[in-house]
């Protein structure tokens, strides 16, 4: 027996009783969640001391939320805190599983058994449990939280079944000081506005406000005065140290949801004991009174006054906090040192790409038409197509309903399919992808649109750190297929400046397993919407799908109005890594995607001895044809619209040289800086003239 459970007997023994209006054999089983969530938390760190356990952030102080828990269904999505380990241990015991323990000790062990992350990380989460699996990225899970509420109605709306029961409610957990992240703000704030407008949003948002973020107080009453009197949002106040006021609190929370489909924020005031993680030495920042103070309300005492009202004796209190002890030694003893993944195959396992052949069984219906059509129009029918033939598939951002998209791209699809598959949102990109990414999970195919590429950066975690990692830490239990459209590239003329001619792809080429289409031709572009369409339903695929807006509306190839650039819609499909060759010019190949084929092709028409390969994909890129082309030359131009430093060239270079190619090399880019507004933006964008002046250089 340790000093800390010599202390906790000692303090039993000293309890005052208190009556509460719960059963003891009910207060015992909050009590058995409480008690395996603080030994595991103990375990954990005697786990690291062993050189056999790799994270220490606890739940110790928080153990109320098994009342959160105790006060939903077990079939309620919940997405929650790297505290609420005890509401974990509570929906295991509801649903009927004896593993919750081992779950939590094979995380902390890394071991590859792990049931949702399968040893990649620490993460509380559990497919049977309905609990999606958190990064640790603050206050991140909220707007899929909010996304999932959204989607629990429309799903059942659209008659697409789903994996909640329709009368479910989503909870979602986080810390006082994640409560004043924008992405929290956000996410509530996308709520409260769904809501207003009548939208069901059954969310309840639980802040575990313990008082401190690591070292930094949140200031005393913040929490209420930030949501306690917000239109819209119900508010509730729970002790989470007195586990009987907070399943009460907690039950009328979670009825008000139910009942009324509307969010309620529930405030669960909890204390942090053993500091913010095991290397956090909290006596640095935080004085021995507050320190004393908050054990004085350490929530399994209060769990121990009640049972003791309860008509259970302190042995029976502290028997039964030492059995528990034993229980989590034994398993912790049995975890630790199980095997972890051992090789980077295992690791990257579910961010592989999508199967050709499953994408290729999954295309959508391809509608028939003999008119030429622009890049605009192309995808606007590809659209169609994938709405026609998927009843699940939604289309949704800035302006893509009743306008019909800033460039007409979505024009007539709100008409055609309705207000529920098409439709605006808030302007706000966090929670337009946060919206997708609870689609995604609710059984619905999201294809939002980011209105410009210089927005998505003020989102792009949602993308990176929640859309991409999904299947990583779950194993591919949960995927959230999506397919994001963003219009970007510059060369418009006549409006510009840098953030409509952004072309920042950097921040995309490295996130592991998404897929980045980069259409130019109309004829590709639909076929392409349609693979990333088919690889979001058949493989669960995110794909991001980057629209050239200086081609939307193009006409000419190489004269003016020749009308050379709109194309009958595709009859073939487009293989996801594919590239597409134009002549057979045996002395140059030019490397290009999106702005860059035309400009290409008009090059290639003046030089003879050049061809030209659009890659169509910039992840996964397409190594075969590029190889294939760069040797049938022996010469090879990249050219790339993006920027010198971290452009897609850097990318295409690295590959023919990881690959042994030898022969001619060049590369011609835009400058390393932003797009300027006017005419002035010709004096970074690569240009056609530089294109034609390198090729010519390398074949002499
Ligand atoms: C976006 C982001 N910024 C910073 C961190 C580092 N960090 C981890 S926990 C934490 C404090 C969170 O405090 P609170 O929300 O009150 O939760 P508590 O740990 O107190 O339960 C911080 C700053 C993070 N994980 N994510
Ligand atoms: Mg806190």
Redesign the pocket.
Known sequence: MSAADERFAERVRALRPEPCDYPADQLRVLYDAQLGSRHADLAARWMQAQGHGYYT?GSAG?EGNAAVAAALRPTDPALL???SGAFYLARAEQSGSKEGLRDILLGVAAATSEPIAGGRHKVLGRHDLAIIPQT?????HLPRAMGVAFSLSRSAKLGVPSPWPADAIVVTS??????N?S?ATGAINAALHASYQGLPMPLLLVC???????S?R?PEGWIRQAYGQRPGLRYFDADGTDVAAALTMATEAATFVRRNRRPAFLRLR?V?LFG?AGSDVETAYRSPAELAADEELDPLLGTARLLLGAGLDADDVIELYEDKRSEVMQIAADVAGLPQLSSAEAVAAPLRFPDPEAVAESLPQRSTTTDKLTLSQSINRALADVLASYPEAMVFGEDVGRKGGVYGVTRGLQKAFGPARVFDTLLDEQSILGLGLGAGVSGLLPIPEIQYLAYLHNAE?QLRGEAASLKFFSQEQYSNPMVLRIAGYGYQKGFGGHFHNDDAIAVLRDIPGLVIASPSRPDDAAAMLHACAAAARSSGTVSVFLEPIALYHRRDLYDDGDDRWPAPYPTEPVPIGRGRTYGDGSDLTLVTFGNGLPMSLRVAARVPGVRVLDLRWLAPLPVEDLLREATATGGVLVVDETRRSGGVSEGILATLIDHGYTGRLARVTSEDSFVPLGDASRQVLLSEQTIEAAARELLS
Do not use: K, L, M, P
């Open positions: 952030i928080h805190h790297y505290r640790s990225t603050i206050a991140s986080f810390g006082d000081a994640s409560a992240h992405t575990e406000d313990n008082g401190i973020g690591i930094v949140t909890t942090r913010h975690d």
